[in-house]
């Protein structure tokens, strides 16, 4: 069964120092998503892209964040300089589309950053 | 903006007892609705959804119907089982912005046999 991967699977680093993050969707799957999500709450949209285009970052930190999904297939968020309060787990989806029947995001393992 | 408000937990139920897990949202236009479930150890997976108003999503055991008049999207399963035990995400994928999803922040489900 296909599956979304990511990795690493956690992260230690110390605060100011640059962490990346890869994700590889499900083959097909034109629409990925960046999550957020802090202990005890519901992932956080930090970007959507639809094929290599970005069609929301309105939550994405972008003095310190940044994603890019070159060829449309797979992706790559960064932080630089990591803070304190980036530690969380950041969580990769994709999903067919955006409407209708095509909207079923599916999720990876998540990678756990904590900052030191 | 869009918003989702689901119950505070945890729940903890016996085995076979009714459950509900009840989910409010607040969105422009005519969002979908999903449940999803992160067992523990595990990522989330999609448990239910419904793309519009009076659909019944239902998997495994569980329902829930997307209720336009009360901007509501309820989880419930008839008899739950120890293996229900998992945190439950309600969520909403915008119609129209480019499908921008919300989560509520998550429900812990505990079933004791």
């Known amino acids: 069964e296909a599956e979304v991967a990511q990795s690493p699977r956690y992260k230690i680093t110390e605060k100011s120092q640059a962490v990346a993050f890869w994700c590889d969707p499900i083959?097909?799957?034109?629409?990925l998503y960046w999550y957020r999500q802090i202990l005890g709450q519901g992932p956080e949209l930090l970007v959507q892209f639809q094929d290599e285009s970005v069609v929301d970052d309105s939550q994405l930190p972008k003095d310190r964040f940044s994603a890019e999904r070159l060829k449309g297939v797979d992706s790559t968020l960064k932080i630089q300089p990591a803070e304190l309060g980036d530690s969380a787990m950041y969580l990769c989806?994709?999903?067919?589309?955006?409407?209708?029947?095509?909207?079923?995001?599916?999720f990876g393992p998540g990678t756990r950053l904590t900052v030191l | 903006g869009n918003s989702v408000t689901q119950m505070e937990g945890p729940v903890t139920l016996s085995e076979e007892a009714f459950l509900t897990i009840n989910c409010t949202y607040t969105a422009t236009g005519y969002p979908s609705l999903f449940w999803y479930v992160q067992y523990p150890g595990e990522g989330l997976q999609l448990l239910l959804k419904?793309?519009?108003?009076?659909d019944k999503g239902s998997n495994k055991g569980f329902e829930a119907t997307y209720r336009k008049e009360t901007t509501s999207f309820h989880l419930e399963k008839g008899s739950v089982q120890v293996s229900d035990s998992a945190v439950y995400f309600c969520a909403l994928s915008s119609n129209t912005n480019a499908g921008k999803s919300t989560f509520g922040d998550g429900t812990t489900l505990t079933v004791k046999p």
């Open positions: 419904a793309t519009k108003a009076d």
């Open positions: 989806a994709s999903s067919l589309g955006t409407s209708g029947s095509k909207n079923e995001q599916f």
């Open positions: 083959s097909g799957h034109a629409t």
